[in-house]
């Protein structure tokens, strides 16, 4: 597959995970031209080259995703990726459980962050929900 080819299915999955949002950070061409072309090498790499491969669905990869950046604290991340994970269908119950099986190999200051950077995403997600006319219990 082509860099160009890798950089349209990686902006395309990454449309459909993380959709922009009033409040979301600046995507390619709304950043300085260094962030723009970090952007871009993300796009093509971490989504059209990685994420858009055949051995995982989504739901697999967006929990190994969560699994490793809670490990490595990156916890702005977490909190971008625990949005993506609902958006590729896991539940606010199947995240928080995600979260809590690294307690064990992360220890509790780890756990603890995530845990507050997921619920806080998962109340910003509710409450968008509400705001466009659906109810929490359907998340």
């Known amino acids: 597959m082509e860099s160009g080819e890798r950089e349209a299915l990686g ?12 409040t979301a950070p600046p995507r390619a061409g709304q950043a300085s031209e260094a962030r723009e072309v970090a952007v871009a090498l993300a796009t093509e790499y971490c989504y059209g080259a990685v994420w858009a491969r055949p ?20 916890f702005d991340y977490v909190a971008v990726h625990a949005r ?28 603890m962050a995530a845990f507050r950077e997921v619920e806080r995403v998962i109340e910003e997600i509710q ?9 929490p219990e359907q998340n």
Do not use: C, W
């Open 55 to 74: 051995g995982l669905d989504p739901r697999s990869r967006s929990l190994v995703t969560l699994g490793v950046l809670i490990a490595d604290g990156k």
């Open 127 to 135: 409450a968008e929900s509400v705001d466009e006319g659906a109810t």
């Open 11 to 22: 902006r395309a999955l990454l449309e459909k995970m993380l959709p922009p949002r009033p």
């Open 84 to 111: 993506a994970a609902h958006n590729n269908g896991l539940t606010f119950e199947e995240i928080l459980e995600a979260v809590l099986q690294t307690l064990p190999y992360v220890g509790f200051p780890a756990t």
